[in-house]
């Protein structure tokens, strides 16, 4: 394959995941306390040189918000530009990612670009770029510090610059201290002492100033999200989240369940999220230690001996989380943002079999697309079922923030979205496990407690109309949204 071509099919792959990934935008970030939301308000706070610490969001990504927002405004006026960042981030990530690919890997044309397309392509990589999110960013840093590690030949100016791109890739995800270990690996087994040098430096500064960091963020009482929403004249809702009084509220609400429906409700519903969330802890470690014994590998012996050396279940493995990942409806999680690296290492595996590759990458690429046809169907497409589904379904949740923002003094509702307020719910009605929804629990300053169900309550709402401490506020038409104020005890 001709340069000329390889740049072209790169660069039309890289057209279409921009334009699909800005086609699968919502137009506004999460109503909840989510990362981007975190991440706007970290740089609204940096902007207003306000004292803004919580020891959970490093401040890296935000930094690169503050620009948009001192020549835009703030939210919602810098949104937009915001997210067309993260998107050209990623396509840049995958870039570098494309040219690690081929010049230190070694593998050919079409691997590359078969993997460069798979993962373009996939759904969560085109719903997180275009989130307002750190990962993008974060995979732009994990490429072009291996870029600069492997450089041949090695030069002082190439050494000390990787120095400040590991600090910096540290600051923006802490998970980039993963580089480290198999940097100094490679390093003494390459006799590299200033790469080794500057790698031992950068982490023990990195890791001291986020020592500091956290210690600072201990002190007094965090509140890491405030009135984001209140100023786009949108909802009339206003978010604040402090430690201490979520710890204390938690704590009685479990001595609450274990003296009353514990026996009865709560134990098998905590049974079967402990299993599963313990599961995919023990998963997502397994993968982690596989993912970094292989990049030290990578690293230390070369592309062409690495990974065929790994067992085959390992390969295995790796290959179980691409799939996870490319139809993983939850683009929050970071794994997301090694799709493209864990792609790298099972064209590697495969190599020897390029058959078997081929398929591999082709169903992953046509599944993928499929994916995306359903979802942009199901956003925008108002003549299609789907879409006409989910326009009702955004309106209808539109409608009963209206009705919150009417019916509330400013600044009288605090409103979050959290998993134990669906257990509680489920335990205080005590019917068992109710059917899936997402609650939004909203507080009232006046002393009413307000549930907002959604996406679909159909099955809840009979429930809660015979609690007599339930009193229906506010239904939509089709009976899919509704709130509840329900007398505090």
């Given amino acids: 394959m001709q340069k000329r071509t390889e740049i072209a099919l790169v660069v039309v792959v890289l057209a279409v995941h921009c334009i699909v990934a800005w086609t699968l935008c919502y137009p506004r970030l999460p109503v909840a306390d989510s990362d981007p939301s975190r991440y706007y308000v970290l740089a609204e706070e940096l902007v207003s040189e306000s004292t803004y610490r919580v020891k959970t969001v490093p401040p890296g990504f935000s930094l690169t918000l503050v620009p948009w927002i001192q020549l835009l405004g703030p939210y919602p006026a810098s949104v937009q530009a915001v997210r067309i960042q993260c998107i050209l981030l990623t396509a840049l990530g995958l870039v570098l990612g494309h040219v690690y690919a081929r ?18 392509l996939a759904p969560p990589v085109l719903e997180l770029a275009g989130m307002v999110m750190s990962e993008p960013l974060f995979l732009v840093l994990f490429y072009a510090t291996l870029l600069v590690a492997r450089r041949e030949p090695e030069s002082w100016r190439s050494s000390l610059l990787l120095g400040p791109m590991l600090f910096v890739g540290f600051w923006v995800r802490t998970i980039h201290v993963c580089l480290f270990p198999g940097l100094v690996v490679w390093a003494v087994v390459r006799k590299r002492w200033t790469v080794l040098t500057v790698t ?14 956290v210690s600072r963020a201990d002190e007094g009482q965090q509140t890491y999200v405030k009135e984001l929403f209140s100023r786009s004249g949108e909802y009339n809702v206003s978010y604040e989240v402090s430690i201490r009084p979520v710890i204390g509220h938690l704590g009685t609400q479990i001595e609450s369940l274990v003296a009353h429906d514990l026996p009865e409700v709560v134990l098998p519903i905590l049974a079967s999220q ?11 470690s397994a993968v982690w230690l596989v993912l970094g014994v292989c990049l030290s590998l990578v690293l230390v012996r070369g592309a062409s001996r690495a990974v065929p050396a790994v067992p085959e279940l390992v390969v295995a493995l790796v290959v179980y989380q691409c799939i996870v990942c490319c139809w993983w409806y939850e683009p929050k999680r970071f794994e997301v943002a090694v799709l493209h690296p864990l792609w790298l290492l099972v ?10 590759l081929a398929v591999l990458l082709v169903l992953s690429t046509l599944g ?14 108002t003549g299609h079922p789907l879409g006409r589904e989910a326009a009702s379904r955004e309106g209808e949740i539109a409608d009963a923030y209206e009705w919150l923002r009417r019916s509330s003094k400013p600044g009288d509702v605090v409103l979050t979205r959290t998993r134990p307020w669906q257990l509680t719910l489920a335990t205080k009605l005590k019917t068992g496990q109710l059917p899936v929804f997402t609650l939004e629990f909203v507080r009232s300053r006046r002393g009413r407690w307000l549930f907002l169900l959604e996406p679909d309550c159909s099955a809840a709402v009979p429930v809660l109309d015979r609690e007599p401490a339930y009193r229906r506020a506010w239904v939509s038409g089709t009976g899919r949204v509704a709130i509840y104020s329900v007398t505090p005890p």
């Fill in 103 to 120: 010049k230190v890997l070694g593998l050919e044309p079409p691997a590359a670009l078969g993997c460069l397309a798979a993962v373009a």
């Fill in 200 to 213: 031992v430096l950068s982490g023990c500064v990195a890791l001291g100033s986020w020592a500091v960091w």
């Fill in 274 to 284: 402990s299993v599963q969330e313990l599961a995919g802890s023990a998963f997502r």
């Fill in 347 to 356: 064209v590697l595996g495969l190599r020897a079999r390029p058959r078997a």
């Fill in 368 to 381: 993928s697309l499929a994916s995306v046809t359903h979802r942009i169907l199901k956003i925008h497409g």
